[in-house]
């Protein structure tokens, strides 16, 4: 369901006073807001958010040795091949792309538990949940995915909060790559290689409506150019 989206420069100040908090370097005033006032947000059906996680799970364990027969025989009783991109049908059928790239994914996957209600912090100087594991579909004791669904029981947050938390990440996003490239001191244990696993997931799930927004791109669509 699409509310209002609270209004982007109150967001973009608090966004900026976490920035100073954590000592980053501050993006130029002309950075963009990431919408505009007026404008209406959504996350994904539940749904989607779901078999994405669920997808980069399997993924994930492809990558530590799980064999591709059981990956695919898992996401096809699962009923998500539809939802795997085309690099990663690549990498679960033939070993095809760089495994460190899709390593990476696990902070995506933390990001997806997030707004899932799953995981109780985003915190951007700390590493993901050490309960994150637990909680994802268990592939050693095949656990199917109805299995996994009915004992999660989630909760996904309210799409404005997770909106306002898109606008931080976008700042943290500049303000990590810039520390690094100056390299400068951050904040905790954490990089920009995981702040942006993390805004890849949120950008993907939040669904901005107004005039000046394109339609939700596709999990590989997304763009941090930016």
């Known amino acids: 369901m699409s509310v209002s989206a609270h209004h982007p420069r109150s967001v973009r100040a608090a966004s900026i006073g976490e920035l100073r908090r954590l000592g980053l370097p501050l993006p130029p005033k002309s950075f963009p ?3 505009e006032p007026g404008d209406t947000v959504e996350l994904r059906p539940t749904t989607d958010l779901e078999g994405r996680l669920a997808i980069l799970n399997v993924v994930l ?8 027969e059981d990956a695919m025989g898992w996401l096809l009783q699962a009923r998500l091949i539809e939802g795997v991109t085309a690099p990663e049908w690549r ?10 790239a899709f390593v990476l ?13 799953l995981s109780a912090h985003l915190d ?21 995915y109805p299995q996994w669904r009915s004992r999660t029981l989630v909760a996904p947050r309210h799409a404005a ?7 931080l990440y976008y700042c943290l ?11 400068l ?24 409506r107004g005039p000046f927004h394109d339609p939700p791109p596709g999990w590989e669509e997304v763009d941090l150019s930016t």
């Open 33 to 35: 807001l990431v919408w």
């Open 105 to 117: 994914h696990l902070e995506a996957i933390y990001a997806l538990s997030w707004m899932l209600g």
């Open 173 to 183: 996003d500049w303000g990590y790559l810039e520390a690094e490239r100056a390299g």
């Open 161 to 167: 909060e997770v909106a306002a938390v898109l606008d």
């Open 185 to 208: 001191r951050l904040p905790g244990t954490i990089d920009a290689n995981t702040i942006g696993q993390r805004r890849w997931a949120l950008e993907w799930a939040v669904i901005l």
């Open 91 to 100: 990498f679960l059928t033939s070993g095809e792309g760089d495994p460190r």
């Open 124 to 144: 951007p100087a700390r590493p993901s949940d050490r309960r994150l594991v637990s909680q994802l579909p268990h592939l050693p004791s095949r656990e199917s």
């Open 61 to 68: 364990a492809r990558c530590f040795g799980l064999p591709q």
